[in-house]
């Protein structure tokens, strides 16, 4: 079913989409198989993998949760192929019968994630996983969609300089749940205490975007399996205190339009891209564009109109 709703077939993709559907309106009806959805993201040797074995065998062996790994690649942008190396990077994970991991291309989607990712954490919900953990690309301007998915959104870094905190802090920071300042061991301890106060700080300092839940600072190391009790406290703690107060459900509800409106955005872009007479007129104004003769903003009025009007 996975396989279908990732598809770029118009025909596996409708087939995919009628069985999430379904999985969705049967969720509903009995109000159960509602996994914890869970965002990861970081910058490029933040060690998200190796988090994610270590917190995934912690919680499929210490706390019997069945666990999901959504974790996605990037697609080269020359070949349209993918890294999808996940499986290597997690080999005790992968061969845990009460985990299941899926490397998916993005395929270059806006934020890092397949414009069928909702769907995929759908279907794991109604294969009766306990746990969704989406891995994401890297980290971007783009990259925080992302949040528009998941119930937690966990930013994993890890320890460095204050330059790494700039680039982050008015970008990706701001949406956080969690910030683990992960390899907090050995001699990158006292760098990693460093890094958890200026994130610290950071924090303080932006909008509080919900009024029962503050973002919290941890230190882990993948290493030490301790510290996935820790995080799946915190975890749990984000869960109860949202699932009380309503803004859970809230939340799941707002993604659900947002999802929409974000498929719709996917679909007029490639429907825009293929369409013939954009297809013969595209090189043209880009080379336009580029010499200098004419501002993008006219180019695509243009043409925009050219496409509506052929459309």
Known sequence: AITLVESSHPGKRKRGQIVASSISRHLRRQQTGRSFRIGLTGPPGAGKSTFIEMFGSFLTSSRSQRLAVLAVDPSSSTTGGSLLGDRTRMPQLSRDPNAYIRPSPSSGALGGVTRSTSETILLCEGAGYDVVLVETVGVGQSE?????????????????????????????????????????????????????????????????????????????????????D??????????????????????????????????????????????????????????LVTSGDMTPSVAADELLESFMTRH
Request: hydrophobic share 40%; charged share 25%; net charge positive.
């Open 144 to 228: 925080f969609i992302v949040s528009d998915m998941v119930d937690m959104f966990i930013l994993i870094v890890p320890p460095a300089s204050g330059d790494e905190l700039q680039g982050l802090k008015r970008g990706v920071i701001e949406l956080v749940d969690l910030v683990l300042v992960n390899k907090a061991d050995g001699d990158l301890l006292p760098a990693a205490r460093r890094m958890k106060a200026e994130y610290t700080s950071a924090l303080k300092l932006l909008r509080k975007r919900s009024s029962v839940w503050h973002p919290d600072v941890l230190m882990v190391s993948s290493l030490e399996s301790k510290y996935g």
């Open 230 to 287: 820790q995080v799946w406290k915190v975890a749990l703690d984000f869960k109860k205190k949202m699932e009380e107060s309503g803004k859970l459900f809230l939340k799941r509800s707002n993604q659900q339009n947002a999802c929409m409106w974000d498929y719709i955005k996917n679909e007029i872009m490639t429907s825009f891209r293929h369409h013939p007479a954009i297809q013969s007129q595209i090189h043209h104004y880009e080379r």
